[in-house]
């Protein structure tokens, strides 16, 4: 054993021992803790990820059953979710301190997110199919705490249909897993897909195991008509929010449709039985369905929750379209729009706590009030409907260059619709913010804004959501990256 065997490994426990020991803590102590066990992944992360990019093979191999491993693997997939969840786990941990300062259970709540980061990098590191269901389901166990943090009756509520969902997609994966199981054996993800010898003798099932993986990711990302629980784990704290929306629950759904699409299945099986047009037609259903629903919405927290459905399913459109500049805008939105809608959700936190805002109906002149809140909620804004120079506008960008490449023209008409759907309900919030005259129960504009351990994590993340479109090309971007790993997948 050696340092490329621990390396994977000790990524996992950073996050889990921060969780474990956060629950015996209070105060200070709690908060410096919580900050270390990120920064201390952060560091574990970047190091594995510039190892990895250099042609290292960090590689965890753990046997469980006779033939069957928990497998851990820094690989340039896996790399790019890891880094996303390192970076945003950090910063919200320094939102959530600020957020939550002199609410109840906080012990609570910081090691159940701890543990929610962990099950998540689990996931990004995953090397077997095995490894990424026991991580999946952790994911689902550790977040249900968090929905029901407030531990009103909406709250409860809402953690039970959550829990419905889930678990109910959760045992269509493991019945995906076994069948499968009982026709090649333990599967790895290998790029390229591992199922190509079973093609000819076993196409009926293997077409129905496909539906059966991806039904539990489908769940997490919140594809219609699974989306049901997305926007009533809005009850949530916004850390929460933030975290469900940016870093882990929807994101490992997206990421657990690529690797069934690419290292399962692979693209060439994948377009050949026609899946993948299955799966194109989904998300672009979603698109439309999540953007049409967010226009609905005056809660300010249920419409940046329908606009998730919306975005996330740019992923599963990339990863359909099958393309190699098609999986590129996939790839990279997964981090684009991880970034992008943190801070919103860091901005609707800050109206919320600072102001008492939680309502588009309310935030007339707001941005004179929560000045720097409200520019990094326009910069996001911008970021989401697609506008140049921010990073959403690469992806997008991207994903129009990849439906044009596969020879479907209404792809870019598709994303062309939903960016002005997008427009619809995104510009509104930031017209009524900064033009229209405050509302006369608002203090007057004293040039303040939110709490610094609020408003930092939100400027952070505002200020990346542009820097990653305006040096989209640079050395070790998202979008170098994911040329890389789509250069790999896509023969």
Request: charged share 10%; glycine share 10%.
């Amino acid at each position: 054993m050696n340092w490329d065997f621990w390396l994977p490994l000790l990524v996992l426990l950073s996050s889990l021992a921060t969780g474990l020991l956060i629950f015996t803590l209070q105060g200070r102590l709690r908060n410096l803790l919580n900050l270390t066990g990120a920064a201390v992944t952060l560091v574990l992360v970047a190091i594995g990820g510039v190892g990895a990019l250099r042609g290292a093979e960090h590689e965890t191999r753990l046997p469980l059953l006779p033939g069957h491993d928990l497998l851990l693997r820094i690989e340039p997939i896996g790399l790019m979710f890891v880094a996303l969840a390192a970076v945003l786990w950090f910063l919200t941990t320094l939102y959530a301190i600020g957020y939550l300062e002199g609410s109840p259970n906080r012990s609570r709540f910081f090691g159940f997110f701890s543990i929610c980061i962990t099950a998540t990098m689990g996931i990004a590191l995953s090397g077997n199919l095995l490894t990424f269901v026991i991580f999946f389901e952790l994911l689902t166990l550790a977040t249900y705490p968090l929905v029901v943090h407030p531990g009103t009756r909406e709250a409860m509520r809402a953690g039970a249909i959550y829990l419905t969902y889930t678990l109910i997609g959760g045992a269509a994966l493991l019945l995906g897993v076994i069948w499968l199981y009982t026709l090649a054996g333990p599967v790895e993800f290998t790029r390229g897909g591992t199922l190509a010898p079973l093609a000819d003798s076993h196409q009926g099932a293997l077409i129905a195991i496909f539906f059966l993986l991806i039904g539990a990711p489908a769940v997490k990302a919140a594809l219609v008509p699974l989306h049901g629980w997305l926007p009533l784990a809005m009850v949530a704290p916004v850390p929460v929010s933030a975290l469900l929306h940016a870093v882990a629950v929807v994101k490992a759904g997206a990421f657990g449709i690529m690797r069934v699409v690419f290292d399962v299945y692979g693209v060439e099986l994948s377009a050949a039985w026609g899946l993948s047009g299955v799966l194109l037609l989904w998300a672009a259903a979603t698109i439309l369905y999540g953007s049409l629903q967010a226009l609905k919405q005056d809660d300010l927290k249920r419409r940046l929750a329908y606009s998730t459905v919306s975005q996330l399913s740019y992923i599963a459109l990339g990863v359909a379209l099958l393309g190699p500049l098609g999986i590129i805008g996939g790839l990279v939105h997964l981090v684009h729009h991880g970034i992008t809608k943190i801070t919103l959700f860091f901005a609707a936190g800050n109206l919320a706590e600072t102001m008492g805002i939680y309502r588009v109906s309310k935030v007339d002149g707001v941005g004179r009030r929560l000045p720097w809140s409200m520019t990094a909620f326009t910069v996001a804004a911008m970021g989401m409907i697609g506008l140049p120079p921010t990073a959403g506008f690469i992806s997008k960008w991207y994903l129009a260059l990849g439906g044009l490449e596969q020879g479907l023209p209404w792809i870019v008409g598709l994303l062309v619709l939903s960016g002005l759907l997008n427009a619809a309900y995104f510009l509104p919030v930031v017209y009524r913010a900064w033009f229209m005259p405050p509302k006369p129960e608002f203090p007057a504009a004293t040039g303040q804004d939110a709490p610094w351990r609020m408003l930092v994590p939100t400027l952070a993340t505002g200020l990346l959501s542009l820097l990653l479109g305006l040096f989209a090309f640079s050395p070790y971007s998202p979008l170098v990256l994911a040329q890389e790993i789509a250069a790999g997948i896509s023969p």
